[in-house]
């Protein structure tokens, strides 16, 4: 096991007293950059910075970071929610560390795709089918982790699978922990 030992603190941001989001710390006693590039190249939409030794990543609108001796999450909704996250996110580390040897690391870094990028490929209908007014209002909600593909119904349909496929291979979609 690569974490073993790690304190967690759990705390409101200073730049927003009072907020009702939640951010967690994990200080890890070991250093865990060898692991990112196997992180980088699992975590659909992860983003590694190889010279700072930090990959950052998008899970259900929460911002992720992994550093060296460091984990932290933030715009948590609820302190415990923040805490449980922030082990789940200890357990993926380690289970990657542990298939290390099944996975070719990827030391590349990626670009987050734009809004207007993501607006190319929807089918532009503005059938509002997703909930949202309009299509560009669903790639700004995708671009940013809080829509998925399958909220968009109409992608599903045979005349959009080129779309959907171009869609699949730039979008930041997270896997459960
Ligand atoms: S469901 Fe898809 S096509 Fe319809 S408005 Fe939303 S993004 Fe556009």
């Known amino acids: 096991m690569l974490i073993e030992t790690y304190e967690v ?3 409101t941001p200073p730049c927003e007293p009072g907020a009702e989001r939640f951010s967690a710390v994990a200080r890890l006693t070991v250093d865990i950059s060898d692991v990112l590039p196997y992180l980088n190249a699992t975590l659909r939409g992860a983003i590694y910075l190889p010279e700072a030794k930090a990959l950052t ?7 992720i970071a992994f550093h060296a001796y460091e984990i932290a999450t933030s715009n948590v909704e609820d ?21 290390r040897a099944e996975i070719t690391p990827d030391t590349t870094t990626r670009q987050r795709p734009t809004p207007m990028a993501i607006y190319k490929l929807l089918p532009n209908t503005n059938c509002k089918q997703c909930g949202e007014p309009t299509c560009y209002t669903f790639a700004l909600k995708l671009a940013a982790s809080q829509k998925k593909l399958a909220d968009c119904p109409p992608l599903s349909e045979p005349q959009y699978a080129e779309k959907r496929a171009a869609l699949e291979e730039i979008v930041i979609e997270t896997p459960a922990m």
């Open 79 to 99: 302190r415990d929610g923040a805490e449980k996250e922030l082990r789940g996110l200890i357990k993926l580390v380690n289970r990657t560390w542990e298939r």
């Open 9 to 11: 603190e759990v705390f």
């Open 57 to 63: 990543w998008k899970k259900g609108g929460h911002n």
